[in-house]
């Protein structure tokens, strides 16, 4: 039990508890595991529990068919017990896998957990549902940083600059939208502008923008630009600090619609493809487009 609370103990809605704090959680926790394609939670079901990925993967479905890919280290079905009435989503485990099940019904209860325990808790998941509301992902920035970098999630230094030359490069843009097209065409994702490969914060400012609202209307129109205005309503953008370092964060729905991207004269169709962005050969853009879409070219 005690590798169980020092691992759940490293997340962000339970780290601000001591020791003493976790132990108290013992009767409400416990490991769990799952076979390949076994179904943890459905929005048919009470959400009772909330869940701490240990080992393996798992897929949350939400609505519009939006499907996540989901690691250790994340947090899953908080929303739910939030509001202890329905799951927004659906989640089967991709492989064999294990979960830490937390009692969501016993965590907000008295008799089982002290009310000051409760609400430490309570607000570290609220700040979390906070973040919900901005991103389709339902997954907090901080918290994608730490997991790196994968099929739904990129990390890129500047919007704008090189850092190595110390001047405006439109390669460097460049690889900002083929990042975008790839996942709009893809299963969507998110774009951290601002981070290093390596998940280190660099901030907002090599871009040297005047303000926030410059910088925002800047990567707008590098969009309607390249892939043009009808793909916005898939994008959002905001702008967050963490650490006092601010950075850019691209959030792309999955688009109903293929994105071809503009360089110059010619035309491009970019996939994701792992954790890398590739530019579909022409021969593959038919079949790919039939799948994903459902229509012909």
Known sequence: MDDILTLIGTHEVFESLQQKE???????IKRETYSKNGLVYDTSQSPKFLFYIETGSFQLTLPGNVKLVLRPGQLIGEVGVINQDFRSGTVVALED????????????????VQPSISLKILRALSKRITNYL?????????????????????FKSTLRWNTYTNKKDA???????????????AEGGVLLIGVADDGELLGLNFDQFNNDDKMLLHITTMVKKSLGSIFLKYIDFSIET????????VDCKPSNIPAYMKDGNAEHFYIRTGPAT?????SKIHTYIMERFDQEI
């Open 278 to 282: 590739t530019d579909l050969q022409v």
């Open 97 to 112: 896998s294990s979960l830490i099940s937390i009692c969501g019904t016993r965590l907000f209860n008295e008799d089982f």
């Open 22 to 28: 976790l132990q108290t959680l013992q009767s409400i």
């Open 242 to 249: 963490i650490d006092e370092q601010k950075l850019l964060r």
């Open 171 to 185: 390669a460097i843009e460049h690889a900002i939208l083929k990042t975008i097209a790839a996942f709009l065409n």
């Open 134 to 154: 901005r991103s389709k992902n339902q997954v907090a920035t901080r918290e994608l940083i730490h997991q790196g970098e994968n099929e739904h999630v990129e």
